[in-house]
């Protein structure tokens, strides 16, 4: 029965790696449909274990507007109300 357990959760073991990633469910599958080959196994732990990528982050300058306090969009500046809901900034 331990057997059992240990090789089942070692099989999954690229599934559980990737269970907090966005491309869970495409390693999922490939560890199900082709976890059974070697080839497979190791493909979708190597993309278990891939990173994320890049995260691309917008920097606005602090000088470049004002932000609205009610509805919380960004006025450009010189400006004195707000573009989206008429408050004044």
């Known amino acids: 029965m331990t057997f059992l357990i240990i090789t089942t ?6 599934s559980i790696v990737a269970r ?17 080959t070697v080839i497979g196994w190791i493909v979708a732990l190597i993309w278990a ?6 995260v691309r982050v917008r920097y606005v300058p602090v000088s470049s507007g004002h932000f609205c306090s009610r509805c ?6 010189r400006t ?7 408050r004044a900034v």
């Open 49 to 54: 274990w891939a990173s994320e990528g890049p």
């Open 9 to 14: 959760l070692l099989y999954f073991l690229p």
């Open 72 to 77: 919380g969009t960004l006025s450009p500046a």
């Open 20 to 36: 907090n990633k966005t491309d869970f469910a495409g390693i999922l599958l490939l560890n199900l449909l082709l976890g059974w």
């Open 80 to 86: 004195h109300f707000c573009a989206a809901c008429g």
